[in-house]
């Protein structure tokens, strides 16, 4: 069985940064898709950035180069670095793995159980 674990989260400042970490057992993340996504209070889970192994990235519009979605083969992770953060980006921050190319919650088939980010003004 599949697991994913999401790790980094906390609380930060306006203009801060965090990184958050997914890593994986029971699964291979080169061999999929990994999304990250959040969940602000009140608010639907939206998508916020993937990666296809080293090869494509696409993040939501929101995120206009604040953060940066990486792969690390040898761990079988992946990070997300949150740049200039602000009191909108606070949310629960989940990855989520998907056997293609896809922004669509639907379509990833395991998720971690979310580590929270909270940025204070």
């Known amino acids: 069985q599949a697991q994913l674990i999401e790790s980094g989260g906390g609380l930060v400042q306006a203009g801060g940064s965090l990184r958050l970490t997914c890593v994986a057992s029971g699964l291979t993340f080169s061999n999929n898709v990994v999304g990250w996504f959040r969940q602000a209070p009140g608010k639907e889970r939206e998508f916020v950035a993937l990666?296809?192994?080293?090869?494509?990235?696409y993040y939501a519009d929101f995120v206009q180069g604040r953060f940066t979605i990486s792969s690390d083969s040898a761990k079988n992770m992946v990070h997300l670095q949150l740049n200039n953060l602000g009191p909108e980006d606070t949310a629960v921050y989940y990855c989520?793995?998907?056997?293609?190319?896809?922004?669509?919650?639907?379509?990833?088939?395991?998720w971690g159980q979310g580590t929270q980010v909270t940025v204070s003004s």
């Open positions: 989520a793995a998907a056997a293609a190319m896809s922004y669509r919650q639907a379509d990833y088939r395991y």
């Open positions: 990666i296809r192994w080293n090869d494509y990235k």
